[in-house]
Structure formats: C-alpha cells, structure tokens
C-alpha cells in the first residue's frame, strides 16, 4: 500500500518570505499523480497544485511550486512571497492511476503559520 | 456554478444512534468520495460512488455505508455510533472517477 509522509507537523514563515514544506512518498507504481491540498481555519480543503509523476517539468501555480524527484520519491512545496492567507494545514496526497480508480492518500499534514 | 455543498455542517448524536449524512456534489459531477478527518488518523478514505455504483471502499467496519442516487447526491450512513466516530467527515466530487476532487466544508459531527 502507498504512504505519504510529512515530516513537518508545523512550520512558519515571515510574511513575503519563501517556506518550503516536505513530503514523501512510498509506492512501487510507475505512473500516479501528486497533490498538494491546503486547508484553512475555515476547512474547505482546496487543491493548490498536481504534479503526474510521468512529467518531469514541476507544476507551478503563481506562488506556488513544486520540487519533485521521483527516484527519491520526494514531492516538496515551495510558496514564495508568503501571505497571511497562506497559514493553514497543508496536505500531500497520492493517487495512483495504474489501478483503475483509487482514493486520494493523505499525508498527516503541516500546519503553516504566517508571521506579519 | 455552486460549490459541494454537505448538510448538516455541525451534528451532535449520543453513542449507539445512527446518522445520515448528505452531499450534494458540483453540477455535472457524478463522482462523489467521503472521507474522515480526525487528529489523530487523520484523512482517512471511506468510499467512493460513481453513476449510484459503489466504485471502491475503505478500511472502515460496516457501521459505515454509503449510496448514491440518481442525481448524484451520495449520502453516508453510520449506523450504532462510537465516540470513536466523532470526526469531520468531507466529500469530494469530481466530473468522472479518478479526475481531480473538489471538497465541501465538511460534517462535523460529535459523538457523546
């Protein structure tokens, strides 16, 4: 079975700085997809960025980027010029697509804090 | 178009009842996932319904089950509730299954 690991239950950033958050990954699948999912205070998880696994080209979405090394089975989110609206839990999933149809595997999260 | 929407948002129950739980999922999606969030096992898949059809499941006891109908709300059901169930419990829907999930707000529901 697929795990995800984040190592980092909580971290912090200063406003406009750059954080980067860990996750990794255990699988022994080819092809799958990777996410990023944020959740604020408010619990509305919300999908930040997807990396498939078969790109070598890391996702990026305004702010947001990834650093993914799939021989290393490491999947990290870079946010750059953090904002206040930045601070929540973020979550690393996994989902594979070699299986037909499979759920979403989440990570335990970090929660990021945003200083002014 | 309006978000996933989940009714209740906040539910008491006291051990032994049984609660339904409803989802309405994103127009056009027939893909509805139910998850459970609590601190300690945190996001925990419970199951997944698409076209009214049962599509995958999770590692939960029978206690909980699920079902889709025919407009694509999903409702879940859990049956002789255990302190152990209070949770947050979120759906998800996407347009077909395996494409990328949007969430709802989430039930939070407390078991006494």
């Known amino acids: 079975a697929q795990t995800v690991t984040q190592s980092q239950p909580e971290m912090s950033v200063q406003e406009a700085e750059t954080v980067t958050l860990s996750c990794t990954y255990d699988?022994?699948?080819?092809?799958?997809?990777l996410f990023w999912y944020k959740q604020p205070p408010s619990r509305q998880m919300i999908l930040v960025i997807r990396?498939?696994?078969?790109?070598?080209q890391n996702a990026t979405e305004n702010r947001f980027s990834v650093n993914f090394q799939k021989a290393a089975k490491s999947f990290s989110l870079k946010i750059s010029d953090s904002q206040l609206g930045d601070a929540a839990m973020y979550f690393c999933?996994?989902?594979?697509?070699?299986?037909?149809?499979?759920?979403?595997?989440f990570g335990k999260g970090t929660r990021l804090s945003v200083i002014a | 178009k309006a978000g996933v929407t989940q009714t209740p948002r906040y539910l008491i129950k006291t051990r032994g009842q049984q609660v339904t739980l409803s989802c309405s999922p994103i127009?056009?999606?027939?893909?509805v996932s139910w998850y459970q969030q609590t601190p300690g096992q945190g996001l925990q898949f419970l199951f997944e319904?698409?076209?009214?059809?049962?599509?995958n499941k999770g590692n939960f006891p029978g206690r909980f089950s699920g079902r889709q109908f025919s407009n694509s709300r999903s409702e879940m059901n859990v049956s002789t509730l255990e302190l152990g169930d209070s949770a947050l419990y979120l759906c998800?829907?996407?347009?077909?299954?395996?494409?990328?999930?949007?969430f709802g707000p989430g039930t939070r529901l407390t078991v006494t």
């Open positions: 998800a829907s996407s347009p077909t299954a395996g494409r990328k999930q949007y």
């Open positions: 699988t022994s699948e080819s092809d799958y997809y």
């Open positions: 990396q498939e696994a078969y790109k070598q």
């Open positions: 999933a996994y989902r594979s697509t070699t299986s037909g149809n499979t759920p979403l595997v």
């Open positions: 127009s056009g999606h027939r893909s």
């Open positions: 319904y698409f076209s009214e059809t049962q599509r």
